[in-house]
């Protein structure tokens, strides 16, 4: 167990040792226990987390509010549009003030080409620990959750593939962070990555020559496909969603036209078939319904989509525990 992550910010999880991811899993598997049993575990008494959103969120913000609350402290939720945050308040005085008022900052700004920047300019004028609650780049407390999860599931995941694949969906061009997470810290526990996506829809070239390095370091395999039905076959997790054509586009209407292209690339029971028989299917939602998966998979039995939401909370305890007190 690594035991000293106290004043340690969390960024992207590539900048943790496996050590210390393997502390933070083990610490939220025992708040999970401790929460199952109605057992007090009031860590951060008196300890504040301001939580700035540039952007919404439903899990993200109600799983951090839950956490704090039920370790003892608060946490202050500081939107946009009802503060200065997005005009007139600089990251370095954000890194500043807030630092000085508070136990910990965790921010979500996914804005693209932004959203890593300003956090990162935020931790370096803090004095506690800044937490990346979704940049444009990393998203890692949903992919803790979701290795949380998946052991879980399955066991020691080493040795089991995971399908990180896109899928269609009209509402928005979603961020790149969740499938940039996720290819970068399953090879580090031993699982096969297969990225899967339709041409146009592919990932940060740095990120992806990362998550490559990963895998050679940790013996796992990592294969970048373009049909969606190959990806699929044999594989133990799916985890499929949608994300914009961020590094070919520059408009969201080219984005719509281009994703418009692939409207086929739906999870549906027939996919879900490819897979193995036990396979999981994950996605961090919100999901497009019907769109980017049917009814029948999400609301399904091999579906996790609950159990890996409500993960969320304990990972977030856990990483807050270990760096806030
Ligand atoms: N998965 C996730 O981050 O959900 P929210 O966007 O609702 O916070």
Not at 175 to 187: A, E, F, H, T
Not at 206 to 228: L, P, T, Y
Not at 270 to 283: C, G, P, S
Request: proline share 4%; with cysteine; glycine share 6%.
């Amino acid at each position: 167990m690594q035991t000293h992550l106290r004043g340690r910010d969390l960024i992207t999880l590539q900048e943790w040792t496996k050590e210390e991811i393997d502390t933070a899993l083990e610490v939220a598997f025992e708040l999970k226990r401790q929460r199952a049993l109605g057992q007090p575990h009031a860590i951060l008494r008196d300890k504040v987390l301001a939580m700035l959103f540039f952007y919404s969120s439903t899990r993200t913000r109600a799983s951090f509010e839950a956490g704090m609350a039920q370790l003892g402290g608060h946490a202050q939720f500081i939107e946009s549009r009802t503060t200065q945050i997005a005009h007139g308040d600089t990251a370095k005085e954000i890194g500043e003030i807030l630092g000085r008022y508070d136990d910990g900052i965790a921010i979500r700004n996914v804005d693209w080409g932004l959203g890593n920047r300003y956090i990162r300019e935020v931790a370096a004028a803090s004095r506690v620990p800044v937490l990346n609650m979704q940049c444009d780049i990393y998203h890692p407390f949903q992919i803790l959750a979701d290795i949380m999860t998946i052991i879980e599931k399955k066991g020691h995941p080493r040795g089991k593939t995971i399908t990180v694949s896109w899928a269609y969906a009209a509402s928005y061009q979603k961020p790149i962070s969740v499938p940039q997470s996720l290819i970068l810290l399953m090879p580090r526990f031993g699982v096969n990555v297969r990225l899967v996506h339709p041409p146009g829809f592919q990932l940060m070239p740095e990120i992806v020559e990362q998550a490559k390095e990963n895998a050679r370091r940790a013996r796992a395999g990592f294969e970048i496909m373009d049909d969606f039905d190959a990806g699929m076959r044999g594989t133990d997790v799916v985890y499929a969603k949608s994300w914009g054509p961020l590094l070919t586009v520059k408009t969201d209407a080219e984005g719509a036209e281009l994703a418009a292209r692939y409207k086929d690339w739906i999870t549906d029971e027939r996919r879900m078939a490819l897979a193995r028989e036990d396979a999981i299917y994950m996605h961090p939602l919100p999901a497009d319904r019907n769109i980017e998966v049917s009814d029948a998979v999400i609301d399904g039995p091999q579906s996790v989509v609950y159990d890996e939401a409500e993960n969320r909370l304990h990972v977030q305890k856990a990483v807050m525990a270990l760096t806030m007190t």
